[in-house]
Each structure stands twice: as C-alpha cells, then as structure tokens.
T-cell receptor, first 113, second 118 residues
Framework: TQLLEQSPQFLSIQEGENLTVYCNSSSVFSSLQWYRQEPGEGPVLLVTVVTGGEVKKLKRLTFQFGDARKDSSLHITAAQPGDTGLYLCARPEGWGGGNKLTFGTGTQLKVEL | GAVVSQHPSWVICKSGTSVKIECRSLDFQATTMFWYRQFPKQSLMLMATSNEGSKATYEQGVEKDKFLINHASLTLSTLTVTSAHPEDSSFYIC??????????????FGPGTRLTVT
C-alpha cells in the first residue's frame, strides 16, 4: 500500500487565520478525495479531484490537485471554529465511487476563538 | 439519500468477551462493505473488504479469526471482535459501496462504533 503523507499532523490556529494542509505520495493518483471527520462520527466527503492541476472551491475551502497528480493541498481562508476536525486525504483505487479507499495520515485542526 | 447506520454506537465489554457490531444500509444495496479501525488522533486503517455473499478479504496484519466479518445480505454486514482485549479498544467504521439510483457506484460511511475493552 502506497503511503499518503499529510502535513502538518496537528495545527492549532486562531479564528480568522488562513492555513494549508498538504497530502503527498510517491505514486500517481487516478483521483484524490478530501474528507473531514468530527469526533465520534464517520468522515464526510468534501471533494474529489481528478485532473492534474485542477482547483476546486467549496466556500472558504480551496482544493488543488498537483500537476503530476502526486500531491494535493487544502487551503482554508479565514478559519472558523466550525472548521475544527480531522482532515483526511484519500486515494481511491480504480475508478468510480466505491472502490478500496486508502487514507492519508491525517491533519488534526483546531480553530480557537 | 442513502443512510448507513451502525449499532451499537458505543459499547464497553470485559476482556475475553466477544462483541458484534452491525452496519446497516437503508435504501441502498451495499454490494461491498469496507471495515476500518481508527485509534485516537489517528487516521482510518482498512481492516477488511467483503462482498455480499463472499468471504472477506483481510488486510495484512489483521487477524481474520479475531475479527469475523459477515456480509450475508445487501443491507447488513457485521464485524465481531472475538476474545476482545484492551488493545482492541478503538473506533470502528464501516463504509458501504454499491450501485445507486444514478447507475454509478456510490459510497456511504457509517457513523462509527466506539469499543472500549476493560
């Protein structure tokens, strides 16, 4: 199984600050997904990126897929306490929405007032 | 949309006993079920994959005789932790995959089950 490294592992910031989370691998992705998970709950899909260089926006969240499809980033603008949670990148094996999913190491974000 | 539920959401058991966790899909035929384990402050680790009516395929390092998976129907899969020990305490999450009404494969995560072994 190819390892998906996320950085940073932990991040504690003040409300209103910006932040970027990175997901890196030595192998090429066919696609990549980002999830957010809150304590005691299952992960929730935020976005799927497929094309190298692709940029997707979800309100204050901006997702970018690297040109070589080996890395991705998640940028949050003006973070809010509601953004607190565990952010996970994940690589689906194959195409479609239901294949084996390998998760990254995770980034624990805490946004304080 | 489809909903995947897990039962129980939280369970405490004594060391040496067995615990069964259910994962049910509502309005969705889960042809494939994935079971994950998550330790505190860590990511999700895939334990096994099961297709309805077939034996589960376990990831390397996961004991198939300890973590029994049954996927006898398209709406129910169970994970039984046999002879549980404190190191089995974790958050267990199922992920259901199958054909949706759109004709494409869809996936839904369960809300997870917190297991504490004393």
């Amino acid at each position: 199984t190819q390892l998906l490294e996320q950085s940073p592992q932990f991040l504690s910031i003040q409300e209103g600050e910006n932040l970027t989370v990175y997901c890196n691998s030595s192998s090429v992705f066919s696609s990549l997904q980002w999830y957010r998970q809150e304590p005691g709950e299952g992960p929730v899909l935020l976005v799927t990126v497929v094309t190298g260089g692709e940029v997707k926006k979800l309100k204050r969240l901006t997702f970018q897929f690297g040109d070589a499809r080996k890395d991705s980033s998640l940028h949050i603008t003006a973070a809010q306490p509601g953004d607190t949670g565990l952010y996970l990148c994940a690589r689906p094996e194959g195409w479609g929405g239901g294949n084996k999913l390998t998760f990254g190491t995770g980034t624990q974000l805490k946004v304080e007032l | 949309g489809a909903v995947v539920s897990q039962h129980p959401s939280w369970v405490i058991c004594k060391s040496g006993t067995s615990v069964k966790i259910e994962c049910r899909s509502l309005d969705f035929q889960a042809t494939t079920m994935f079971w994950y384990r998550q330790f505190p402050k860590q990511s999700l680790m895939l334990m096994a994959t099961s297709n309805e009516g077939s034996k589960a395929t376990y990831e390397q390092g996961v004991e198939k005789d300890k973590f029994l998976i049954n996927h006898a129907s398209l709406t129910l899969s169970t994970l039984t932790v046999t002879s549980a020990h404190p190191e089995d305490s974790s958050f267990y999450i199922c992920r259901a995959s199958g054909g949706g009404t759109s004709g494409r494969r869809e996936q839904y995560f369960g809300p997870g089950t917190r297991l504490t072994v004393t």
